[in-house]
């Protein structure tokens, strides 16, 4: 059967095919994610502080947050699982020398370096930009790579000598499925449907130092 002016339309023409999904932007994703407040969406300045999901925010906006009782919280889902500054720990970071920070052009103008990580791992040098794992003790909130917890086994903290056990340490940032057990792969909706149960909230955001994870 023809169309208008006697030609034969292709398949492709007649069946719409699905919508194309739009691609993220990975680059981007990771530069909010880890240089950016999760709760105020502003950039990342100490003090620190980490939750048990392992999400980053600023210390600032989680006490504004607490003492906001208004029932309308613009983001107040991304901490609604945050019930006391207890429940976050204040991080102690590792500068990254390369980091450039706040540089001045010749017009007076600033501007934050995001093309280097502001953190590095302390023991293997790593930059804390989301292309590898890292963890803080609950204990001490010191921050490592998964790496170097893994490859240098120790019961002490490898910076303030702190003893720990494997349950302290949370993944920054972590996703759902990230590790091959069974123990990480539930994520942080799970963890954030259950928020008055601690062990189920921060189920999934633990390291896994199992062989077959490494």
Avoid at 21 to 41: F, G, H, I, P, R
Avoid at 54 to 70: P, Q, T, W
Avoid at 76 to 85: E, Q
Avoid at 156 to 170: K, L, N, R, S, Y
């Amino acid at each position: 059967m023809g169309c208008d002016g006697g030609t034969i339309p292709k398949r492709h023409e007649l069946v719409k095919g699905p919508k194309k999904v739009e691609k993220v932007d990975k680059d981007a994703e990771l530069v909010a994610q880890w240089n950016y407040c999760t709760l105020s969406q502003e950039i990342l300045r100490r003090p620190i502080v980490a939750c048990e999901l392992g999400r980053l925010y600023n210390k600032d906006a989680v006490i504004e947050f607490l003492l906001d009782k208004s029932a309308e919280k613009a983001l107040g889902k991304a901490a609604s699982h945050i019930k006391s500054i207890k429940n976050v720990t204040e991080l102690k970071l590792s500068d990254n020398p390369a980091w450039e920070g706040d540089k001045g052009n010749t017009k007076g103008d600033k501007h934050d370096d995001l093309q280097r990580a502001r953190f590095i791992c302390p023991v293997v040098g790593l930059e804390m930009n989301g292309r590898h794992r890292f963890c803080f003790l609950r204990c001490c909130g010191c921050v490592f790579s998964e790496r170097a917890l893994k490859e240098i086994k120790a019961e002490v903290c490898h910076t303030c000598g702190a003893a720990f056990q494997e349950d302290d340490v949370i993944v920054l940032n972590g996703t759902k499925g990230g590790c091959g057990c069974a123990e990480g792969q539930d994520g942080g909706e799970k963890a954030e449907s259950e928020a008055g149960k601690e062990n189920k909230e921060t189920q999934g955001s633990r390291v896994c130092f199992k062989t077959r994870c490494q």
